[in-house]
């Protein structure tokens, strides 16, 4: 049984109340569920979740006594949270789920033996699995089981999967493929692939001396408006609905861009992620103060494409 029904009746906490926390907070809470929302003493988010109308308790009050906790503090906080909130609280034979697999599958977490540990993935971000659910849709999820004790941890994770991403579709996992996967996407991919090549053809145009508010419109803005052609209809429909110059150009040029060296620098990361070497870096990051990625936000905040982008997102989205 997948239905929501499995956990209706029982305590459900989702610890924080972030860009996931507040969608699976809310979303299941308004399918009728009892939701407390954990959180930290002193809170900024303690008035908000109060006000959106679900319960909210420290951490700790909100973990004992419930039936399925949710952990959905960023991934580097999570160890820390686990260990001082949850661990002690959580009463046997509770499910414990997370949003990610990193903590469990580099194991950051060594869950005690008397639990059951899932996930559930949402493949969106968290601001949009709850417009996108407000709107009376849903987004598919991952689910994966790693430890069943009670032998209905999968019905659980499918049931809080039907309930945040209003029953569009489960996909199975495992949290290694999941943690491998979506690290994978984001880094060669959705953020840091597509980051860099629109960077990369706005700075083209820029320095070969176009007007860098054209540049910004066919390198950035009309990203969206081709990915959505991709999102709802795939790549053919996409190639359907533009100009035949576009498409021969896509075909001609598209190769010349993610070359064979583009595919082996993909698989260096894909290694790196798959040994270790990216979570190892990552977490020493965090421990020493977010420097380098301070340095990086500073550096594309002030940047040209940014500038430029402020201008015309106000000229697009003001009427
Ligand atoms: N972001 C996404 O769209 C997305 C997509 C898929 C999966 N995930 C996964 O979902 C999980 C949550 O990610 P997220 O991006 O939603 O997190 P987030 O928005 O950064 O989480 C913020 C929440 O965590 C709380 N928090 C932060 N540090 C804390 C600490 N040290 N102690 C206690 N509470 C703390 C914050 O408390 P305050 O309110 O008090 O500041 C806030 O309520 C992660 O495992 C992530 O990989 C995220």
């Not at 960077?199 to 419109?217: I, M």
Request: hydrophobic residues 35%; charged residues 25%.
């Amino acid at each position: 049984m997948t239905e929501l029904k499995v956990l209706e009746g029982k305590k459900l906490t989702v610890v924080g109340y972030g860009s996931q926390g507040h969608a699976h907070a809310l979303n299941l809470h308004d399918l009728g569920m009892d939701v407390t929302v954990g959180l930290r003493e002193g809170s900024k988010s303690w008035k908000k979740a109060e006000k959106a109308g679900v319960k909210v308790a420290t951490i700790g009050d909100a973990v004992k006594g419930a039936d399925v906790v949710m952990i959905l503090a960023p991934d580097e906080a999570q160890p820390a949270i686990y260990e001082n909130d949850i661990k002690d609280n959580l009463k046997s034979g509770a499910y414990l789920g997370f949003a990610h697999g990193f903590n469990i599958h580099y194991k950051r977490i060594t869950p005690k033996e008397d639990i059951n540990i899932f996930m559930v993935a949402p493949k969106g971000p968290g601001h949009m699995v709850r417009e996108i659910f407000e709107g009376g849709h849903g987004v598919p999820c991952l689910a994966a089981v790693h430890k069943d004790l009670s032998g209905d941890t999968k019905e659980i994770a499918y049931a809080w999967a039907n309930g945040v991403g209003r029953k569009v579709g489960v996909i199975e996992t495992t949290f290694q493929e999941e943690t491998e996967t979506d690290l994978f996407g984001e880094q060669a991919v959705l953020c840091g692939g597509v980051t860099e090549l629109m960077q990369a053809g706005f700075d083209t145009l820029v320095e070969a001396g176009y007007n860098p508010e054209v540049a910004y419109f066919e390198c950035v803005h009309e990203m969206k408006l081709i990915i959505d052609l991709v999102y709802e209809k795939g790549f053919a429909a996409m190639r359907d609905s533009i100009s035949n110059t576009a498409e021969y150009g896509d075909y001609i040029s598209g190769k010349k861009i993610i070359t064979e060296e583009s595919k082996k620098a993909m698989k260096g990361i894909l290694t790196d992620i798959q040994n270790g070497t990216f979570a190892k870096s990552f977490i020493e990051e965090t421990e020493t103060g977010y420097k380098f990625m301070d340095k990086e936000r500073d550096q594309y905040s002030d940047s040209k494409i940014e500038e430029v982008g402020s201008k015309m997102r106000k000229m697009v989205f003001s009427k």
